[in-house]
T-cell receptor
Framework: EAGVTQSPTHLIKTRGQQATLRCSPISGHTSVYWYQQALGLGLQFLLWYDEGEERNRGNFPPRFSGRQFPNYSSELNVNALELEDSALYLC??????????FGSGTQLSVL | KQEVTQIPAALSVPEGENLVLNCSFTDSAIYNLQWFRQDPGKGLTSLLLIQSSQREQTSGRLNASLDKSSGRSTLYIAASQPGDSATYLCAVAPHNNAGNMLTFGGGTRLMVKP
């Protein structure tokens, strides 16, 4: 069974551009979570999608947004990129036993 | 606001040692606590999940305990091996289980020397 897959693995952008990150959950999982892991800040909750709806978001500005598609895959969009957005972005999905399964992440570098 | 602290931040031990990683949290009203492992530049692997009503969970050489009233959890690793070298993170889910909106600790970076 395939795990959580994320693409691209690495993404390089310049300040002010937009970035789109993609995530496919484990088959059968309907919830997708996005986390940011920035140097020195640790892992922080970004967004939670379930059944196509945004259920909650962490303490991030509105330029961080996303969506979940009917097949439960998800996109994270970051607009007007800033240098401090450079981080590893991790996507996770959860099954009925509430254990989180993480993808390998997208390393976003903003120059 | 929930805060999770992990001590020590880094640990280096010789192969074969038993070791304990500590995690503390400020708000005892949690739904569950999870321990993860992260290898450099990679995602997280779930190791153990303890529900708030449980005291401990075991998987192979790993044992995690939870004392909710005192806001503490420990991860015990028996007979450590070089392959155990990684960063270990604990995370708590809020009591209303608003999804897996986990609050993570800063992690303990473990190095097991052959």
């Amino acid at each position: 069974e395939a795990g959580v897959t994320q693409s691209p693995t690495h993404l390089i952008k310049t300040r002010g551009q937009q970035a789109t990150l993609r995530c496919s959950p484990i088959s059968g999982h309907t919830s997708v979570y996005w986390y940011q892991q920035a140097l020195g800040l640790g892992l922080q909750f970004l967004l939670w999608y379930d059944e196509g709806e945004e259920r909650n978001r962490g303490n991030f500005p509105p330029r961080f947004s996303g969506r979940q598609f009917p097949n439960y895959s998800s996109e994270l969009n970051v607009n007007a990129l800033e240098l401090e957005d450079s981080a590893l972005y991790l996507c996770a999905s959860a099954g009925t036993n509430e254990k989180l399964f993480f993808g390998s992440g997208t390393q976003l570098s903003v120059l | 606001k929930q805060e999770v602290t992990q001590i020590p931040a880094a640990l280096s031990v010789p192969e074969g040692e038993n070791l304990v990683l500590n995690c503390s949290f400020t708000d005892s009203a949690i739904y569950n606590l999870q321990w993860f492992r992260q290898d450099p530049g990679k995602g997280l692997t779930s190791l153990l999940l303890i529900q708030s009503s449980q005291r401990e969970q075991t998987s192979g050489r790993l044992n995690a305990s939870l004392d909710k009233s005192s806001g503490r959890s420990t991860l015990y690793i028996a007979a450590s091996q070089p392959g155990d070298s990684a960063t270990y993170l604990c995370a708590v889910a809020p009591h209303n289980n608003a999804g897996n909106m986990l609050t993570f600790g800063g992690g303990t970076r473990l190095m097991v020397k052959p």
